[in-house]
Each structure stands twice: as C-alpha cells, then as structure tokens.
C-alpha cells in the first residue's frame, strides 16, 4: 500500500499542470454557478432583514383630502389588517431652490426611520432629514420650508426647522429618485420627519398596514400574491367609502353653494339699496352745504358728513365681506368640480415603494442569469474535464497492467484515479465555492445597490448550491476516470500492458478529390486524416472553443443590447422633453396660468395638448402592476412630432384607429395580445377597462397605450378633457429642462411633469450596473477559453508524444513539428469560432429575452465589433497556449518516447 501511495503522490507531482486546469475549469464552474445563484438570494435576505428591523408597512392608504373619523373607521376594520398607523404628509420646498422633500410625521410602529445621526423629532420646531442631505445640511443647522406653489399653504404649522437628525427608511430605498411630486422639477429630493403637532390639520391624510398573516417573508411569490389578492380585495371596500364620502361632500357643497348663492344675492340687494340711499344722502347733503349760511347750520352739516362717512365705512366693509363671499363661492364651486379627483387607494410595497419594486427585480434579473449562464457556463467544463480524466487513464494503461501482473487488485490499482478524481473535485469545489459565496455576491451587490440605501450584504453558506456544485465536479471527474479504469481493468495483465492500439485509418472524402489531395503536402495530408481520425478530440475542441467564445459574445451581446434601449428610445421614438400635466378642474384662472407657463414661454419650441393619465396593468403570472401612459392627443396629426409610433414589424408608421388602441411592444408582449386582441387597463381604484389592440408599435422604455378620441369617447363613456402638453424645448439640457418643470409646478393647477431625461436616467442606472457584472462574466468566459484551450492542446500533444518524437528523428525543423500539432488546432480552433458565432448569437438572444426589465425591451441583434473582439481574444488565447505548449514538444525525450513497450 505503501508503493502504491508513493506512486500516487508522483503522479500528483508529475501532473501538476493537468490537476490545475482541471481545477482550474472546475472552479471557474462553481464559481459562476454558485455566485449567480445565491447573489439573488442574499440581497433578498439584507433587503428582509432591513424591513424586518423598521417595520416596513405592507401597505399604505392615501387620500386626496384628509381622513375623517368614518375614513378611518373603515380602514381600521378592513379585514386582514393586525396594525394600523395613521400619519400625516406633506410635500415642501426648501425655499429659495427648486428641491421638493416630503415632511412625514413620526412614525410610531409601521415603517420606522433608522436614525443615521442625531435623535427623533421631539418638538414641533425640530427635524429629520433624510440622510442624502447630511451633506447639505448639519446637526443644528436651520432649514426653511415653502409650499412650492401660489396661494397654497405648506400644511405645517412653522416655516423654520432646526436639524436634530439625519435618517433613512426602507419606505425610500433608493437614494436618488424617490418618488414623484407636483413639486419643484417632479422629483423627490428627500424626505423629513417631524412630530405630529408641527402640521396644521389634526387629521390624517394616509395609514400604514399590517397583515395578519404575511405568507412568507418579501419578495417570495406566496407574499407577493397575497399582499395584491388582499389589497385589490381592500380597494373595492374603500371604493364604497370614496364613493359614500363624495356623494357627501358634493351634497354638502351644493347646499353650502345654494346657501351663498342665496346670502350673495340678499346681500348684493342690500348693498345695492344701501349704496343708492348713500348716494341720495350725499346729494341732499351736498345741497345742505351749499345753503348753510350760519355756524349752526355749517355744523349740522359736518355732523351729518361725518354720519355719511360712517355709513360709508360700513359699505365698504360689506362690500369686502360679500367679494370674500364670493371668492369661498368659487372655491366651493371649483372644489365641487375637483370630487371627482377625490381618491382613496391602498397600494402594496411593490406600489407605493419604488425602491422595493425596482430592488426586487435586480434580484430576479441576477436569477435569470442564474438559471441560464451557469448551466452553459459548467457544461464546457464538465464536458472537458470529462475528457481529460479519461484520457489520464488511457495514459497510466501500462502502469495499471503492471500493477495488476504484480498481484494488486482492481480496486487499489483504481484507487489512484479515484483519489486524483476526488482531489480536483474537491480542490475546484471548495476555491470556486469560496469565491462563488463571497467575491462574486459582493462584486453584484456593489453593482447593483450603489443607488440603494443598503450597506453590507448578508451572505449565507446555502450548502443545496455547494452540493450540486460538488456533485458536478465528481460527475465530470470521478465518473470519468472510473469508466475509463473500469472498462480496462476488465482487459487480462498481459494485454493491459501493451500500448493501446491505434486508431484505425480510414479515406477521408477530400482523399476522393484526387486532383486536390495530389497538391496537399504531406504535413498537410496528415493533418487532414488527423483531423477525423480523432473524432472524439476534434468534436471535444469545437465545442470548447465555441461554448467559451459564444459565452464572450453573449458577455458583450448583453452590453451592446441594454445600450440600445437609450439611444433607441430617445432618439428615435420619444422626441419630447417634458410631459406637464395640469387639473382641468381647477378654476379657471389656476388653470390658465398654468397653460400659458407653457404656451407663452421662450423656451419651448414646440408643444402639443393632450389628456395624459398613469394607469397600470397586471398579468395572470405576476403580482405585480405595471405603470402605463395613457396618452390622446388633441391632434393625431400633430402627435408624431413628439411619439414616433412604428408597427414594430414593418416599421411604417401607425395611424390612431377609432375602433382600437396602439400598444406599446412590450406591453403586448407581457398581456400576450396580438392586433384584434383586448386587455384590461386599470385606474388607480382597481376600475378595469377593456381596451382593444388596433396595432401595435416598437417601442424600447416604458409601457405606452395611445387612442384618438373617438376610441377614448368609446371606452371611457366620457370625452377626454384636454390636460397636458407635451413639450419639446429649444435647449433639452437638465439644468434647463429641471427650471421649467419647476416653473410650472409652481402654479396652483400643476399635477406633475414627467421629463423623459428622467426615464433615460433610470434605464442608465441599470446599465451601469449591469456592466459590472458584465464584466465579471466576460472574464470568466475569458478564462474559461484559456483553460479549455490549454487542457485540450495539452491532451493533443500528450497524445502524440511518439509522433512528434518520430518526426524530430525524421528532421523536421522545430518550427515544422510545432504546426504538424498547431495545424490541427487552429482549425478546429476556427471552425469553434464560427460555431460559437451562432451558438453565441442565439444564446445571446434566449437572455436577451430573460434579462431586461419589466419596462423596457432590446433587440437581440449583436454588432460586429462585439464579435470581432470576442474572435479575437479567442485566436489571442490560442497563441498564448501555442507559446506555452513550444517549449513542451521542443523538450520532449525522444530515446524515452520511442522506447519499445514489447
């Protein structure tokens, strides 16, 4: 046992350089498979514990108008519900800048800060800012509030604050784009918390929700559904409320509206008789005046022009009484006309929470790759490694007969290959699972939470993985190795110990081509007869190099893919720069103040009307609502200045149809709906609307549905009230595009603006993140392609010693006997390349087709550069193996090659 040892461990010493490859390709295996797998996982896992720890709400109710006691009431008794917190919030300015913040009061149970620096609100004059503007701002400092619009008031009870702490909240997860405002640019800068006595109403305008029974942790699919299958249960029950509390408010204004309109006119008479008795009196006094010749009657007639200024005082206050009379009137009346934008919405996380939507789908995009990379990824090398286990064994054939001649038996002489089988397993197992487990998670979290508010990522064993993992490695290994063994330990000591028989010969097709095979020279004819003598090497060479090359173009494919979406979209399809967006509604002078910021402004160069309203839609398969522009233009004509809508299959343009809608691409796609077909479109209440694809156009970021009025008319049972503008500005810098938005949300009537620059930077955030683990695929692909050239160029010549040692006998110039090797495997090498080309091409596209996100959608085409770089790192690759592999054959002892084994 002793010797055999000894033997094993030279064996272990003379391979070394095939024990690290064939570790080296089983680590690189588990490392993409473990890494791309448990990446997802983990950041679920942080994400959890973060919303475990702040009591992240499952759900939020907003209202447009303050939450009286039948409001909550009913919210309080929604079933389902274990918790309930009522809150208030208010969006502000910081004065004198064009940034918007959202003030909350404290949270007591439900989505609870975590303090960064500083304490908690504690009096009405104190504040917490969000931690994005700890640089802005330091403990101690003042911040001044505004309400951002005319005539509004900020809904707090102070104007100063003074900062007392710096937090962030899992209910803003993100550190940039926060959310949506009618304030400033559109665009949350912060958030704030203050106490409950710093706002001026004592009621609520929004509650947060527990469930009773949560069904799993976030983010799982039993969670998921439940939180929608409840919340659009909720809605329906808090539509009846809505409804019941409008039908209020409309009756009571109507009354109070009867009631002024009553008093305004009984009051106007009044004024009128007052205002003519006035008049007779002045006049009578003014003839008084002129007659008064005495002191007593001069001072009679003061004393009566004082009387008259008197009364005249007394008008002028009724007079003001009355216009303010008035002005309540029309507030009412304009209100009145504002019910029917009265909501009352419950939205799960996955709606009123950005940040937890957009984190969970980089999750579920990291497990796309997962479940797809990897397994192409592990099937080269087990495939490779495969190959190299058995062929160790074709290679120790003598020494197994010997050992066998001299009486030990199959299963210690198998006990070597076993071992060196288990060693490489385990030496690739357990480096790629060390770097699967912890570089590569940490390289996807940096990545893709460089926007998030999350710090360290919460790794984990998840030993299922590592098993697999392992249980591959021995697959490609051990069982390799045993079936080689086995299968020639079944041949008898004396016949085991002679060399295996060549392969037989056989005439090759381009043999039967006489005038071309006559022109080949020998080298060439050799090859040739090599290239299909072998066919097990040749096909085990193709489908390496083109599994490693196609995973490069897929790496490079993915970049090329996501970067078209920017310029695609924005250059092409979307030829606006703002959407603003105004209340119909309001009065009429709000609401022309806020028209003519547009229609009359210098910086716009061309602008068009339009009903502009966000919808969403939902799928059978999915939990989650996607947010979609419902868009009608007052001029169908003019829309195609600003929305370049194309048929994505002949790319001619797409007419607005009275009998149907056109749909964005995507949209069509994620519905499953082909022109004819109907879908639901949902308002924000959960009112469901069936709309009908009257075609369907290319369209690369966000979801879009467009109708003329008509269609509108006939789905809606309404006209559609004209109220946006989508406005194209003679300079689409941010700095400019930023200062109109904000000059627009200043006015009263302004709802909000949607600036595409916004969207465009959204896409650009998951590019940027997705690059870096880009990246890291296409250097793992890189090395793949280097091992896997190496360890097959390494067998070729292992295989050949005998061969290349007869031709260094023969003469053969160094250079010769290189390239009657190197011959053969730059062209298996190129016929690899172009196969993995087309394997490349089409895996490419099966991930293209997994990857992006909800809201957006890529071509699957690649471009030549990006597989003019993977070709030619491939060929470079092969070059590096061909210097290494030089000093192999040129060293090659030729008297021991030669030797006779008979």
Known sequence: MKKLTKNMLREFKLSLARFISVSALLMLGVFVLIGLNVTGPNMRKTAQQSYTAEHLADAKVTSTVALDAKDRSTIRHLSGIKTVEFGHTTDVVIKNTQDAIRVQSNPQSLSKLTLTRGHRAKTASQIVLSNQLRGRYQLGDTVKLAAGKTDATTGLTRKTYTVVGFATSTEYLKKDKLGSTSLGNGTLTGFAYVTKSAFTSSKPNVARLAFTATKGA????????????????????????NHARVQTLRTTLTDDIATAKTQISRNEATLKTATTKLATAQQQLDQQAKAASGTAATAQVKTAQQQLKQQRTTLKAKQATLQSAKDKLADAQATKSELDD???????????NDGYNNYGEDAARINALGKSFPAFFFLIAVLVCFTTMRRMVEEKRIEMGTLRALGYSKHEVMREFLVYSVSTALMGTVL?????????????????????????????LHPTYIAISFALALLSTVLASWLAARASLKLVPAELMLPKAPVSGSRILLERITPLWRKLSFSHK???RNLFRYKGRMLMTIIGVAGATALMITGFGIRDSLNTIVDRQFSQISQYDVVTVYNPNATSTAAKKAQQSV??????????????????????????????????????KQLDKYVKLRDYRTGKRSKLSDNGAIVSQRLAK?????????????????TARRIKVAGIATMYAGHG???????????????????????????????????FSARFNHHEAAVQTVQSQETKQTITNILSNLNNLILVLVLSASLLSLVVLYTLTNINVSERVRELSTLKVLGFYPNE??????????ILTGVGILTGVGVGYAFHAYIMALLPPANAMVAPGLTWLNVGISVVLTIVFSLIIMVMMNHKIQSVDMLEALKSVD
């Open 342 to 352: 009265v909501t009352l919405t419950i939205q799960s996380r996955n709606n009123y």
């Open 218 to 241: 976030a983010y799982r699919t039993a969670y998921e559904h439940h939180a929608t299958t409840l919340t659009n249960r909720l809605q329906k029950t808090l539509n009846r409320r």
């Open 817 to 826: 006997v290189l390239m009657y090797i190197y011959r053969e495997t730059n």
């Open 526 to 528: 050799v090859t040739a």
């Open 599 to 636: 229609t009359n402004s210098s910086q716009v160069k061309r602008y068009t009307s339009a009903y502009f309203e966000n919808e969403y839609a939902t799928t059978s398969d999915s939990d989650s609502r996607e947010t979609v522009s419902l868009m009608v233009p007052q001029s169908a």
């Open 432 to 460: 790629g699972s060390i770097l699967g487990l912890v570089v590569l998670p940490k390289i996807i979290f940096r990545a893709y939470t460089a926007n998030f508010n999350f710090d360290h990522l919460q790794l984990a």
């Open 705 to 739: 549905v467009y109708m003329n009025r008509t269609y509108y008319q006939k789905v809606y049972g309404k006209s559609a009230t004209m109220n946006a503008y989508l406005v194209t500005l003679k300079h689409a810098a941010s700095k400019r595009v930023n200062a």
């Open 670 to 686: 994620l519905q499953g709906v082909s022109v004819g077909d109907t879908f639901k479109l949902k308002d924000a209440d959960g």
